[in-house]
């Protein structure tokens, strides 16, 4: 992660005022200038240095960031994961896209490396991944937006109990929003950019931004799916607007933070409102005067439910129930090709989905 002089990717603070509440309709994903995805060929466990010590995790159990996993993807690539239940590792789609077209091309040949009490406390080989689940509407990175740029890891056996497992956020989502992002990536400064051969398997590092834009889904709808920070230099002259976090807290992401956490502090909770997904222009990735973002993760609460078995067939709002609510929402996709809506899966929302939908019916809902 690159920070301002002495600022790294990934970071904690306290929650800045919002400053204005997010409009209707959002703007498209496609107004990111150049998203590039950031993910970091390299070999595991090598010996890596930092000049940037400060913005360094303690690999603690009570770190608040303990649950934030490296993973080693397809044996090429560093990522980043973060723990949502005791199988199941939330990350980026594109890290097991090596093709970008919206497809698995690595399988389950992912390890996953936690760093809770030490380096290394625990590792899960490749034979214990028993499913990789990719978004089924992600279409591959920036093809033609970054949306829906989610996966889950599926364990064979849960982790150990000491390992943190993170809630969904489920407050406000307000421009000046400040996200604490975590990764394993390449660190650096803003001035100079990345210090390449910094990313790590085992060196946990913290840095925040603030929310400064929000974009749609791609199917144009307003609920905001994509956030986006700038990474501003000392006075705060970043191309979206609004104040700098100062040195020592305000950071963009590098390669190897891809799939990484982005955390909103909720009375002392860190609570996960993103993944870590790309940075971009228009400046210099790495530099101030570039940016980043991510996606956002409660508007995918429906879909990371479904993979891990907590949401009824049918249940598209998510209120436990499938009734008139999910009725309502299933024909305002009709005849196209929203997951939500999508119930059999076979790419489109029609009849067919409407048939799964009544032979689950349960009620009015709400």
Not at 104 to 124: M, P
Not at 305 to 327: F, K, N, Q, S
Request: proline letters at 7%; one cysteine or more; glycine letters at 16%.
């Amino acid at each position: 992660m690159s920070t301002q002089r002495h600022m790294k990717t990934t970071g904690l603070a306290a929650l800045v005022c919002a400053s204005a509440v997010v409009a209707s309709p959002l703007p498209s994903p496609e107004r990111i200038v150049n998203p590039e995805p950031i993910i970091l060929a390299g070999e595991p466990l090598e010996v890596t240095t930092d000049r940037s010590a400060g913005r360094i995790d303690v690999l603690t159990p009570d770190s608040p960031f303990a649950g934030a996993v490296s993973l080693f993807v397809g044996g090429k690539h560093l990522a980043t994961g973060t723990v949502i239940s005791p199988r199941h590792i939330l990350t980026a789609a594109h890290c097991f896209d090596e093709i970008g077209q919206g497809v698995n091309t690595v399988g389950t040949d992912v390890a996953i490396f936690l760093n809770v009490d030490g380096e290394l406390s625990h590792v899960v080989p490749p034979a214990g991944v028993e499913r990789v689940d990719l978004h089924p509407d992600f279409t591959g990175f920036q093809n033609p937006v970054v949306n829906d740029d989610l996966a889950i890891i599926t364990l064979a056996s849960p982790l150990p109990v000491d390992v943190p497992i993170y809630r969904i956020y489920d407050g406000p989502i307000e421009t000046g929003l400040v996200v604490w992002m975590v990764g394993y990536g390449e660190t650096g400064d803003g001035f100079t950019g990345y210090e390449r051969g910094t990313g790590s398997f085992t060196v946990r590092r913290i840095g925040a931004n603030v929310a400064d834009a929000f974009y749609s889904d791609r199917h144009g709808r307003g609920e905001p799916h994509v956030w986006q920070f700038d990474f501003d230099g000392p006075e705060g002259d970043g191309f979206l607007g609004g104040p700098t976090l100062g040195p020592g807290v305000e950071a963009t992401l590098g390669g190897g933070d891809s799939g990484g956490p982005g955390f909103v502090f909720v009375s002392g909770e860190p609570m996960l409102f993103s993944v870590n997904n790309y940075v971009s222009g228009p400046g210099e990735p790495g530099r101030f005067g570039s940016g980043g973002g991510g996606l956002i993760v409660p508007a995918q609460r429906w879909w990371i439910e479904r993979v891990m078995g907590l949401r009824r067939i049918g249940d598209i709002t998510g209120d436990g129930r499938v009734g008139a609510a999910d009725m309502s929402a299933l024909l305002s996709m009709w005849g196209d090709t929203d997951a939500r809506g999508d119930l059999n899966g076979d790419g489109v929302v029609d009849s067919r989905d409407l048939a799964v939908l009544l032979q689950n019916w349960s009620g009015q809902g709400r």
